[in-house]
């Protein structure tokens, strides 16, 4: 969407571009669409080239089960994604790197950065030339401290973790797309506590896990959900050590989340 803002500030829409895609979550319930059982869409942003999905080692804590609900709602987008671990100065340097080497090994570019010793900024900031990139995740992990170093005119208001509740408090509060220069655009979002992927079949969610692509096929059942399924080549991977547990059960979770919503 293009759009010019008048001298007293209001905009006005002249041009609306065709949407290539778009990456969305479930809305928080609103009251009349509890009573209902609904959960309705909640559109993130649109024509995107790259999402960063957000995390921190502590303060808020890193949670693999959290971030692979980011993963699934950015696969089921089919928009290239990047993981952050962002605060590495806070934690141990080796209980990071088993995490940044779980994600690699599935095929996704880990940027582990800190931006109180500079580490990996310069990797992270060559990744976001000429590209329309959205920085997600939950509050409190650094995504506006990353990008105001990177481009200090943009001034994002900058929060702090709850001493009661060791989570992110919300700074940022709606979508905003800014353009820095060089065809780079940058999209910093409200930090969020929970996500919840939108439109997910229990039959589609495998297809959201990268690493369970190759053994899909070999399951008895194509209707499979690798939950309880005679057969199940992805359970048999497991018990391989081939996908990892921690990734399986964050699969289960979401898969009972998922049917939970299909029986409102």
Not at 8 to 35: C, M, Q, W
Not at 124 to 129: C, D, Q, V, W
Not at 189 to 207: A, N, Q
């Amino acid at each position: 969407m293009l759009y010019d803002l008048n001298e007293d500030g209001t905009g006005v829409i002249y041009e609306i571009l065709p949407r290539k895609n778009y990456l969305s979550r479930k809305a928080i319930k609103t009251r009349g669409a509890s009573f209902r059982g609904e959960r309705l869409e909640q559109i993130i942003a649109s024509n995107i080239d790259n999402i960063f999905i957000v995390t921190s080692t502590l303060e808020p804590d890193f949670n693999n089960k959290t971030l692979d609900r980011f993963l699934v709602a950015c696969e089921s987008a089919q928009i290239k994604t990047n993981i952050v671990i962002n605060k590495t100065d806070l934690a141990d340097e080796s209980s990071v790197k088993i995490w940044a080497d779980l994600y690699k090994k599935i095929g996704y570019n880990v940027f582990l950065t800190s931006a109180i010793d500079s580490t990996g900024l310069d990797y992270l900031f060559k990744s976001l030339n000429g590209k329309k990139n959205l920085f997600w995740g939950q509050s409190g992990v650094g995504k506006s401290t990353l990008l105001n170093l990177f481009y200090p005119d943009l001034n994002l208001k900058v929060g702090e973790v709850s001493n009661y509740t060791l989570k992110g408090t919300h700074t940022t509060v709606t979508s905003v797309m800014i353009f820095v220069g060089d065809e780079t655009y940058i999209i910093d979002t409200p930090g969020v506590r929970e996500i919840d992927p939108f439109g997910i079949r229990k039959e589609d969610l495998g297809h959201y896990f990268k690493e369970f692509e190759k053994f899909m096929k070999d399951c008895r059942f194509n209707t499979c959900t690798h939950h309880h399924e005679p057969g199940c080549a992805i359970i048999n991977a497991v018990e391989n050590d081939d996908i990892s547990a921690e990734r399986y059960d964050s699969y289960l979770r979401i898969l009972d989340t998922v049917e939970k919503d299909m029986n409102f």
